[in-house]
């Protein structure tokens, strides 16, 4: 009896360190895919991520992105520049940039986000690639399309956003 406690109280603390491994780092959700860059058609996506129960603030950091691999955040953060930093304070789970903070039509780039407990120290989730495949819309008459993908019609006017190009 007194051998089968102590293996529950030990199987009770395994599954217990599990838990606290998976709380240790944030994990990038969206926008990007494990399997490679996820294209976006809107120049401020929302980014979201998982929870940490430690963190005070989270980072969301955006670089440009290079070919191959996608390198640990301290890598690239000793490599390349950020094109866009933002510190979320509190306990949000996601974050959309502001009109002046748009990403550029074209561009590949990849993200992290970091659960913080200050402004040097905090965990990095791996990085998630994304690549903004937003397309200018087709004008007709004189009206003019200015918020890409919100205009119907494409090339033949068929009833199809113009980036089908149907």
């Known amino acids: 009896m007194k051998k089968r406690m102590i293996l529950g109280l030990l199987g009770l603390a395994f599954l217990a360190g599990l838990s606290i491994a998976d709380d240790l780092v944030p994990v990038a959700v969206s926008p990007g895919a494990e399997n490679g860059p996820a294209v976006v058609r809107q120049s401020c996506p929302t ?3 998982t929870a940490v129960s430690w963190a005070l603030t989270y980072k969301v950091v ?3 992105a290079g070919d191959g691999e996608t390198p640990a955040y301290e890598k690239m953060a000793a490599d390349a520049s950020p094109v866009l930093v933002k510190e979320i304070p509190g306990k949000a ?3 959309t940039p502001s009109a002046d903070e748009p990403l550029l039509n074209g561009g ?3 993200w992290y986000v970091g659960a913080m407990v200050n402004a040097a120290q905090g965990s990095w989730s791996e990085g998630r690639k994304l690549s903004m495949g937003m397309k200018k819309c087709t004008s007709f008459g004189n009206e003019k399309c200015t918020t890409p993908m919100m205009r119907l019609g ?4 068929h009833g199809f956003p113009s980036f089908l190009g149907i």
């Open 62 to 64: 955006v670089f440009e």
């Open 108 to 110: 590949s780039y990849v």
């Open 154 to 157: 494409g090339r033949g006017g």
């Open 93 to 95: 789970f996601s974050w």
């Open 47 to 49: 980014f979201s991520w």
